[in-house]
């Protein structure tokens, strides 16, 4: 007896059918139309640096990137609540908590960026010179010339 899976199904079909992607499709949906109603209000500058995060039972959480917007949205709390307070989605709204949390993927460099001083270049040379195994000496070389091609 073989193992036959079941046909594929598009994902429209699934989230309309299976019931938990349903709610957390519906769940998203609805974070997604606070955050836009949040936005609104907010300064253009902070918008980039302030989340929803949940909202129940009269209590907004907002993630927010760092302690200087945190400290900067919460000077302006009383004036966002009551901004926010006149959309039907927040009505009930009585507080607003703000949480601090850094943006989990940093930032890299763009580009391949490689600093490498002319002595580090002439020891990974040096170390080159010995090495008697062929890729092991061509890779180093290949790492040395990385400072000498700098003007």
Do not use: N
């Not at 993630?63 to 004036?79: E, S």
């Not at 709204?93 to 580090?120: E, N, Y």
């Amino acid at each position: 007896m073989a193992f036959r899976p079941l046909p594929a199904k598009a994902p429209a079909v699934l989230l309309r059918e299976a019931k938990p992607l349903k709610a957390i499709f519906g769940h998203a949906r609805r974070l997604g139309h606070l955050q836009r109603l949040l936005d609104s209000q907010l300064q253009p500058a902070a918008r980039e640096h302030c989340h929803v995060a949940s909202w129940r039972e009269g209590s907004l959480l907002l993630i927010v990137t760092d302690g200087h917007w945190a400290t900067r949205l919460r000077y302006q709390q009383k004036r966002l609540l009551r901004q926010l307070q006149a959309f039907e989605e927040f009505a009930s709204l009585t507080r607003i908590l703000f949480k601090v949390q850094p943006p989990t993927v940093q930032v890299g460099a763009k580009g391949h960026t490689l600093d490498l001083s002319t002595d580090a270049a002439e020891t990974i040379q040096a170390t080159a010179d010995g090495i008697s195994d062929p890729s092991l000496r061509a890779a180093l070389e290949r790492l040395a010339a990385h400072a000498r091609a700098k003007p």
